[in-house]
């Protein structure tokens, strides 16, 4: 069984078991977070139950696992002749999430 959720503003393909990285959530480790906003869901038969947009009484719970930083974007801009150039970086927040169950 999969699904696929929207955290964060991206959609993620998650099944039972799997770890899944999504933008930060306010929870300490360990703590239990549930995705309501369910897009898809597939079955082992082979059988899909699609929303429009979001499937009705569908969700997915995870436990958090750690809150972590991705790896460090290079920023750089330059104006070429004019002696411009400016290096900056940024690390984005994320939450590594483990699903422990999908609900429909």
Known sequence: MFAIVQAGGRQ????????VVVDRLDAEPGAEVTFDKVLLVGTDGGEFVAGAPYV???SV???????????????FKMKRR????KTRGHRTQQ?????????V
């Open 12 to 19: 993620e393909k998650v099944a039972p078991g799997a770890v």
């Open 95 to 103: 939450t590594h999430v483990r699903v422990t169950s999908i609900n």
């Open 56 to 58: 009705a009484g569908a």
């Open 61 to 75: 719970t995870a436990v958090v696992e750690a809150q972590a930083k991705a790896k460090k974007i290079r920023v």
């Open 82 to 85: 004019k002696h411009f150039r």
